[in-house]
């Protein structure tokens, strides 16, 4: 496969032809990805950090409406991205899918600002009372959040896992490389972020939502003049079976039709290629694990059928999957906790005074500033302190294995909701104190004491967001790394539903009959810190399945082998940089 200074992993360019190692990929391929995706971001945090605010000053949603048509949209942006990642990985590839994708994205985005700026198109209020929006509004104004969310499922799992593709796995250098993408692709969405929760949201309540929206439009199409500037020197994977996720059928179906055939003595009697045909077809063998052994049964040999077992490789294939269901599983309320940042945390930052001087107001969104300021601050130092420190005491490459990452983030994480609930107790009680009932009423009570559980959940997304990409990513049967990535959207996705499900279930159940609502209408009258303290104890409980979970799981173990010998690829055999931003 190795010729002439090509790139080892059989990557071409767009017009499918081999494409040299110097001349393309790594580094100087990512400076046009990653312009992309800190517009991305702005755009989709300037809307979301700041949507439960114009819904309910703008569409004059209620309280519960509002957070849950925020988790709906929110989960459905996360989401979508498993059917654009089963389009890339079984049709079009990722950088069409992409290319689609990102158009009906830009398309949503300039439909929403004229939505947003349009008199016509929004209430009208009469001597300080307001019409409920009417159904053109309505539809107008979803059709165009929902057109973004249907772009975002195929940009979102695609350009990550393109990014990562310009680097050789073959190659130790660009393997080295390559797991310090991800920490810094992350840093350029935090980027985003940043300005969305800061410049944006400002904009939008003291200019004028329509320009607020404009920007990350107007820059969304800049990046995308830039994205396709990089084409020359991309690379592109070449599919190598042309249904990838075929398998996850075909072992199960396999394995009930072998149900009564007794499994070998030792693994090496069930069915797998000769090394040759990986040697000729490029793909990589996976070697075996002992869990999952019902599903072993799909590669024994039985004389007796017409129809060949299927491979050790695609049995593996099939069992990461299952395993990666269950860290999947354990991350559901994780996304729950951080969907509050954009809905409960800001509904009651508005109660609490705002003010920053004698005239300046911040608005309460803003403090999700907060969240990316400490993500920027801790992913240099984790990726330059952190992990070499770690790898002198473990002697791991990466300082401490994926699920070591992902089970810190979510001990920082519980932190954050403890604390969460603990200044809610604070606040109620200074509600008590000074008889506020009014939900207009002004709490004497500084917006900055939510300032740790901002910055807390910011840290804890370091070890979470970071790693759940890198873990699906990673752990990814080859043919089916996009749809991979998409157990880490879809976990933020199903989070936020799961969010949307649990406020309007508390709300019905506590607020039923003469009952007051945990989450009402009235923050200064309901009891949102019973609400953060059964997040607290469904998260605890949740840590303890997880650590279960990953005492459960096996890493995955590749061999590419090739006519010069193999190489022997496992998720914690890494040697890397600290920074690993060379070209």
């Given at each position: 496969?190795?010729?002439?200074?090509?790139?080892?992993d059989?990557?071409?360019?767009?017009?499918?032809?081999?494409?040299?190692?110097?001349?393309?990929?790594?580094?100087?391929?990512?400076?046009?990805?990653?312009?992309?995706?800190?517009?991305?971001?702005?755009?989709?945090?300037g809307?979301?950090?700041?949507l439960v605010?114009?819904?309910?000053?703008?569409?004059?949603?209620?309280?519960?409406?509002?957070?849950?048509?925020?988790?709906n949209?929110?989960?459905s942006?996360?989401?979508?991205?498993?059917?654009?990642?089963?389009?890339a990985?079984t049709?079009l590839?990722?950088?069409w899918?992409f290319?689609?994708?990102?158009?009906?994205?830009?398309?949503?985005?300039?439909?929403?600002?004229?939505?947003v700026s349009?008199?016509?198109?929004?209430?009208t209020c009469?001597?300080?009372?307001?019409?409920?929006?009417s159904?053109?509004?309505i539809?107008?104004?979803?059709?165009?959040?929902?057109t973004?969310?249907?772009?975002?499922?195929?940009?979102?799992?695609?350009?990550?896992?393109?990014?990562?593709?310009q680097f050789?796995?073959?190659?130790p250098?660009?393997?080295?490389?390559?797991?310090?993408f991800?920490?810094w692709w992350?840093?350029?969405?935090?980027?985003?972020?940043?300005?969305a929760t800061?410049a944006?949201?400002?904009?939008?309540?003291?200019?004028?939502?329509?320009?607020?929206?404009?920007?990350?439009?107007?820059?969304?199409?800049?990046?995308l003049?830039v994205?396709?500037?990089?084409t020359p020197?991309?690379?592109?994977?070449?599919?190598k079976?042309?249904?990838?996720?075929?398998?996850?059928?075909?072992v199960p179906?396999?394995?009930?039709?072998?149900?009564?055939?007794?499994?070998?003595?030792?693994?090496?009697?069930?069915?797998?290629?000769?090394p040759?045909?990986?040697?000729?077809?490029?793909k990589?063998?996976?070697?075996y694990?002992p869990?999952?052994?019902?599903?072993d049964?799909?590669?024994?040999?039985?004389?007796?059928?017409?129809?060949?077992p299927c491979?050790?490789?695609?049995?593996e294939?099939?069992k990461?999957?299952?395993?990666?269901?269950?860290i999947?599983?354990?991350?559901?309320?994780?996304?729950?906790?951080?969907?509050?940042?954009?809905?409960?945390?800001?509904?009651q930052g508005?109660?609490?005074?705002?003010?920053?001087g004698?005239?300046?107001?911040?608005?309460?969104?803003?403090?999700?500033?907060?969240?990316?300021?400490?993500?920027?601050l801790?992913?240099?130092?984790?990726d330059?302190?952190f992990?070499?420190?770690?790898?002198?005491?473990?002697?791991?490459?990466?300082?401490i294995?994926?699920?070591q990452?992902?089970?810190?983030?979510?001990?920082?994480?519980?932190?954050a909701i403890?604390?969460?609930?603990a200044?809610?107790?604070?606040?109620?009680?200074v509600?008590?104190v000074h008889?506020?009932?009014?939900?207009?009423?002004?709490v004497?009570?500084?917006?900055?004491?939510?300032?740790?559980?901002?910055?807390?959940?910011?840290?804890?997304d370091?070890?979470?967001?970071?790693?759940?990409?890198?873990?699906?990513?990673?752990?990814?049967?080859?043919?089916?790394q996009?749809l991979?990535?998409t157990?880490?959207?879809s976990?933020?996705?199903?989070?936020n539903?799961?969010?949307?499900?649990?406020?309007?279930?508390?709300?019905?159940?506590?607020?039923?009959?003469?009952g007051?609502?945990?989450?009402?209408?009235?923050l200064?009258?309901?009891?949102?810190?019973?609400?953060?303290?059964?997040?607290?104890?469904?998260?605890?409980?949740?840590l303890?399945a997880?650590?279960?979970?990953?005492s459960?799981?096996?890493?995955?173990?590749?061999?590419?082998?090739?006519?010069?010998g193999?190489?022997?690829?496992?998720?914690?055999?890494?040697e890397?940089s600290?920074?690993g931003?060379?070209?």
């Amino acid at each position: 496969m190795e010729t002439k200074g090509y790139t080892q992993d059989g990557t071409v360019d767009l017009r499918g032809r081999p494409v040299l190692a110097s001349k393309t990929g790594k580094w100087k391929a990512c400076a046009f990805l990653v312009g992309y995706e800190a517009f991305e971001r702005m755009a989709f945090y300037g809307i979301a950090s700041n949507l439960v605010n114009y819904l309910t000053t703008q569409l004059h949603e209620d309280t519960v409406s509002s957070v849950r048509n925020v988790n709906n949209w929110s989960g459905s942006v996360w989401i979508t991205p498993i059917i654009g990642a089963y389009i890339a990985d079984t049709y079009l590839g990722r950088f069409w899918t992409f290319t689609v994708s990102s158009l009906i994205y830009v398309v949503g985005m300039i439909l929403l600002t004229t939505t947003v700026s349009m008199k016509s198109l929004r209430p009208t209020c009469t001597d300080g009372i307001c019409n409920k929006a009417s159904t053109l509004q309505i539809v107008f104004f979803y059709t165009s959040l929902y057109t973004i969310a249907i772009g975002a499922g195929g940009t979102k799992p695609n350009i990550s896992t393109f990014g990562a593709d310009q680097f050789d796995d073959f190659n130790p250098q660009e393997k080295e490389l390559k797991v310090s993408f991800f920490n810094w692709w992350m840093f350029s969405s935090f980027l985003g972020a940043l300005v969305a929760t800061l410049a944006l949201v400002y904009i939008q309540e003291n200019m004028g939502w329509g320009l607020g929206y404009g920007i990350p439009t107007v820059g969304l199409l800049f990046s995308l003049f830039v994205f396709y500037l990089g084409t020359p020197i991309y690379r592109h994977k070449v599919k190598k079976t042309k249904s990838p996720a075929r398998d996850l059928i075909q072992v199960p179906i396999t394995a009930f039709r072998n149900r009564k055939l007794q499994l070998p003595n030792h693994p090496s009697q069930l069915h797998e290629h000769e090394p040759q045909q990986y040697i000729n077809s490029g793909k990589r063998q996976v070697h075996y694990t002992p869990i999952f052994r019902f599903l072993d049964k799909a590669a024994v040999k039985d004389g007796n059928s017409s129809k060949p077992p299927c491979t050790v490789t695609q049995v593996e294939g099939t069992k990461l999957v299952l395993g990666m269901l269950l860290i999947w599983l354990v991350t559901l309320i994780p996304s729950t906790i951080w969907a509050q940042v954009n809905t409960l945390f800001v509904k009651q930052g508005n109660t609490m005074d705002r003010s920053l001087g004698s005239s300046f107001q911040i608005p309460a969104a803003s403090l999700g500033s907060f969240v990316t300021f400490s993500m920027l601050l801790s992913v240099p130092m984790y990726d330059r302190y952190f992990v070499p420190f770690m790898r002198r005491k473990t002697g791991n490459p990466r300082g401490i294995t994926l699920l070591q990452r992902l089970g810190i983030g979510f001990v920082i994480q519980i932190a954050a909701i403890a604390i969460a609930y603990a200044v809610e107790v604070r606040r109620m009680r200074v509600i008590r104190v000074h008889h506020i009932m009014g939900p207009k009423e002004t709490v004497p009570m500084s917006i900055f004491c939510l300032l740790p559980q901002y910055v807390l959940l910011g840290i804890a997304d370091v070890f979470n967001a970071i790693g759940l990409l890198e873990f699906f990513y990673d752990q990814s049967p080859e043919d089916m790394q996009s749809l991979g990535t998409t157990f880490f959207t879809s976990g933020i996705g199903v989070g936020n539903f799961l969010n949307s499900f649990l406020v309007t279930v508390v709300d019905k159940i506590t607020g039923g009959g003469n009952g007051k609502s945990w989450i009402g209408d009235n923050l200064n009258d309901s009891h949102l810190d019973y609400y953060y303290g059964f997040l607290l104890v469904i998260s605890i409980l949740n840590l303890g399945a997880f650590l279960w979970a990953s005492s459960k799981y096996v890493y995955k173990r590749e061999t590419i082998e090739f006519n010069e010998g193999c190489i022997e690829l496992e998720s914690k055999a890494l040697e890397i940089s600290p920074l690993g931003l060379q070209v």
